[in-house]
């Protein structure tokens, strides 16, 4: 299958891309590059993949496409504190503006990366995909206006799909260590303590990120008529994890640290436990691999490999607001997050 990748050079997307490749795809790939200069290992190459920004995409450059993967955006709760309408900009006016393009030049799938945290502060009780939308953040919230635009876009031969993903985890060429586990295992290999922000006792739904590839994969492969306009939640009903629990895993990988909890409500108190037999019961072929247990030994060993320092660690080159801020402080990229002339990437990425 012909697909494009959108954010193809992001956490997930440099573990997709070889997944897909993998599997006998043709992978083009897109993206704005802002993380550019940050790469844990090498990202994959051997593809065709484009420095553009998803918002200046035109009709003809999508047709022969037989899938979108659209991942770009900006990615996680707290990138909203920047600009909220930067959020709704890249995450949902362009992803909408994306697929009415696809469905014009005859694309028929367009899955697109939701996540969990739109469930917001749920509790106890578990979330299937008929669960109310409680966005706390307008990150959560750009994912519910896309979802909600995108299912009008929905017919016979445009079949939009809402993958809403788990808190990913797990090694990447383009490490985030701006989510839970990635960030736990970052303090325990460069401080020997793991700090926890909050009392430790908030639920996380996690997935591996090479589990939410195969995801990606199996709905690729599904009939139209089983996807098509459907939310899938994506991770296992077994990772259900409380903060406290993800943080005994890494203590237990790196061994001789300590957890500190720092007992802080952040700007961002999600806490839910979500149920995932739906993509277990409709894709059956999905066999997730992971759990946080073998995420946190991959991520001590790819550190540790990598010789992850303190200035890595609170530095810009893996945490997304960071980096954002220093490319609109040097004026690399203007106040819509555009480049200011050529990007100053590594030749090698
Ligand atoms: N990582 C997670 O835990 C998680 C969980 C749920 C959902 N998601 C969703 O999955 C997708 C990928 O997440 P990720 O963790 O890989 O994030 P990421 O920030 O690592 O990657 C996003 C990529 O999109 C690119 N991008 C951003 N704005 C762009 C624009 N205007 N034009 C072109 N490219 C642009 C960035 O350069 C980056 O390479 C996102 O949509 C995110 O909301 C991620």
Redesign the pocket.
């Known amino acids: 299958m012909k697909i494009l990748v959108?954010?193809?050079?992001?956490?997930?997307?440099t573990v997709m891309v070889p997944y897909l490749l993998q599997r006998g795809h043709e992978v083009v790939g897109?993206?704005?590059?802002?993380?550019?200069n940050g790469s844990l290992f090498a990202p994959p190459e051997g593809y065709i993949h484009n420095l553009?920004?998803?918002?200046d995409v035109q009709m003809d450059e999508l047709v022969g496409f037989e899938a979108i993967v659209?991942?770009?955006?900006?990615?996680?709760d707290p990138l909203g504190d920047l600009n909220p309408e930067l959020t709704y900009d890249?995450?949902y006016r362009?992803t909408i503006r994306l697929a009415q393009l696809a469905r014009e030049a005859g694309v028929p799938r367009f899955l697109y990366?939701?996540?969990?945290?739109l469930y917001g502060a749920a509790g106890d009780n578990l979330l299937d995909e008929s669960a109310p939308m409680r966005p706390l953040t307008c990150?959560a919230e750009s994912?519910v206006r896309s979802e909600d635009a995108l299912s009008k876009l929905a017919d016979r031969d445009f079949a939009p799909v809402y993958l809403?993903?788990?808190?990913?985890y797990g090694a990447s060429p383009?490490l985030?260590l701006d989510?839970v586990l990635n960030n736990l295992m970052g303090w325990a290999v460069t401080t020997g303590r793991v700090r926890i922000t909050s009392d430790g006792t908030p639920w996380r739904p996690m997935a591996h990120?090479e589990d939410i590839a195969q995801a990606f994969a199996c709905v690729l492969q599904a009939p139209l008529d089983v996807i098509s306009n459907q939310a899938f939640n994506v991770g296992t009903n077994n990772q259900n994890y409380q903060v406290r629990e993800l943080a005994s895993f890494v203590q237990e990988t790196v061994g001789h640290c300590n957890i500190e909890y720092a007992n802080q409500t952040g700007p961002d108190p999600r806490n839910y436990r979500v149920d995932f037999s739906k993509l277990a019961r409709m894709l059956p072929t999905f066999s997730p691999v992971w759990s946080a247990r073998t995420g946190a030994r991959e991520l001590f060993d790819a550190y540790r490999t990598a010789g992850m320092t303190t200035e890595d660690f609170h530095g810009r080159r893996f945490t997304?607001l960071k980096q954002l801020r220093f490319l609109l402080e040097d004026r690399q990229v203007d106040g819509t997050?555009r480049w200011v002339g050529q990007p100053r990437l590594p030749i090698t990425a």
Do not use: Q
């Not at 897109?30 to 550019?36: K, P």
């Open positions: 959108t954010g193809d050079r992001g956490y997930i997307g897109l993206d704005a590059e802002y993380y550019s553009k920004d998803v918002r659209h991942l770009a955006a900006l990615s996680n890249i995450n362009a990366a939701s996540s969990c945290s990150y994912k809403r993903n788990a808190t990913a383009r985030r989510i990120v997304r997050l």
